[in-house]
């Protein structure tokens, strides 16, 4: 009778420890085990919408200037037109301006130099100009009571004048010649005394004659001014 109680206490104790074992297990797959509620939410799929498109209005144009119609957009490396009032510092050349001598009636032994601006823009007359008689080593001498106040300046088309005076008083120590061509140069504008860009060679009226006490007066804005001299 005794060992039957016995028995079956035991048969008691190892059915419950088998009991709390199984319970630890199923409460650790438990803990291991991630429910639905605390799971990471899945990333969601498909194109990302863009934060601004064009024309939308929450994004701002840019500015822009507005050229009225017919205006013409400038340009670089075009020079710029000179206007009426700007100063002149470009000096008359035989590239840009044509030269004339002509006879006169008064005074005696006189020739008229006409120089004309063909250029597009405005030329200054320096000083006088440089004149030789045919094959000539220098020039005439300068009449330098002639010189003027200001520098004679001349828009396109406009003339100025100087006189050349074709003998002196030499008498018969001055040696003569007639003369069949007039080299016309020109002077630059910062006085250094020699001749800038090319210049004009024009064939002497008929019967000109001159001799070494040959001069030409500065260039002047007026015929009666340049035969003053």
Request: net charge neutral.
């Amino acid at each position: 009778m005794r060992t039957t109680s016995r028995l079956t206490l035991a048969a008691a104790t190892l059915v419950a420890g088998l009991a709390l074992t199984a319970c630890g297990q199923g409460a650790d797959h438990a803990a291991a085990t991630p429910s639905a509620s605390t799971a990471p939410a899945p990333a969601p799929t498909g194109p990302a919408t863009p934060s601004a498109r064009p024309g939308d209005p929450s994004v701002p144009a840019r500015p822009t200037t507005a050229v009225p119609a017919g205006t013409a957009r400038p340009t670089t490396g075009a020079p710029a037109p000179s206007r009426p009032g700007d100063p002149v510092s470009t000096p008359c050349t035989g590239a840009t301006a044509k030269v004339i001598a002509s006879k006169v009636s008064r005074p005696l032994n006189h020739l008229l130099l006409t120089v004309t601006n063909t250029g597009t823009h405005p030329c200054n007359a320096y000083g006088a100009p440089f004149v030789g008689f045919d094959d000539a080593q220098s020039p005439v001498r300068i009449l330098d009571e002639s010189k003027p106040q200001a520098v004679v300046t001349l828009a396109p088309g406009a003339s100025a004048y100087a006189s050349v005076l074709l003998t002196g008083e030499g008498g018969a120590d001055s040696h003569g010649r007639t003369v069949r061509r007039i080299s016309v140069h020109f002077a630059p504008g910062d006085g250094s005394g020699g001749s800038v860009g090319s210049g004009r060679t024009v064939a002497a009226p008929s019967g000109t004659y001159a001799d070494d006490d040959a001069a030409v007066s500065y260039w002047q804005r007026t015929v009666d001014e340049a035969l003053t001299y």
